[in-house]
């Protein structure tokens, strides 16, 4: 088995530099099976409740710095909760390569911009049936 294919099967960490914190290399691991299935649990259990799934992903990726748990997370500052959303958005980029980093950023760009629309549009609708009532 090449080595390559051998790698993909277990739990990668990789590195990259915070936009929040300049300077500062962050290091993070993929979820492990177990993980994924936690987190998918409490993504289905408390779809509204989208911050207690993203600091459950990012205290099970996060490896350095270390020390940064759920419990924490009620103290957190905007700085802080910046930090959270970037190291979340860097999970899924974890052992892949420069292009299929570029493929995700396109396929990512797309459906923020999707969903923007969607948004407009369905203000927009309100923004008529509020018209219509009236």
Same mark, same amino acid.
């Given at each position: 088995? &090449?080595?390559?294919?051998?790698?993909?099967?277990? %739990?990668?960490?990789? *590195?990259?530099?915070?936009? %929040?914190?300049?300077?500062?290399? +962050?290091? +993070?691991?993929?979820?492990?099976? @177990?993980?994924?299935?936690?987190?998918?649990? +409490?993504?289905?259990?408390?779809?509204? #409740?989208?911050?207690?799934?993203?600091?459950?992903? %990012?205290?099970?990726? !996060?490896?350095?710095?270390?020390?940064?748990? *759920?419990?924490?997370?009620?103290? !957190? *500052?905007?700085?802080?909760?910046?930090?959270?959303?970037?190291?979340?958005?860097? +999970?899924? !980029?974890?052992?892949?390569? &420069?292009?299929?980093?570029?493929?995700?950023?396109?396929?990512?760009?797309?459906?923020?911009?999707?969903?923007?629309?969607?948004?407009?549009? @369905?203000?927009?609708? #309100? *923004?008529?049936?509020?018209?219509?009532? &009236?």
């Amino acid at each position: 088995m &090449k080595e390559n294919l051998l790698k993909n099967c277990f %739990v990668q960490e990789g *590195t990259f530099e915070s936009k %929040v914190f300049p300077g500062e290399v +962050i290091t +993070i691991k993929q979820a492990t099976v @177990k993980e994924k299935m936690d987190y998918d649990k +409490i993504v289905k259990e408390n779809p509204q #409740d989208r911050e207690k799934s993203l600091f459950f992903a %990012v205290e099970k990726a !996060l490896i350095s710095p270390s020390n940064f748990f *759920t419990s924490n997370m009620e103290n !957190l *500052t905007e700085t802080g909760l910046s930090f959270i959303y970037e190291v979340f958005e860097q +999970i899924p !980029l974890i052992g892949k390569t &420069k292009k299929e980093k570029e493929e995700y950023a396109k396929e990512y760009k797309k459906a923020v911009e999707e969903y923007l629309e969607n948004l407009e549009n @369905k203000n927009e609708e #309100d *923004t008529k049936k509020d018209e219509e009532k &009236k």
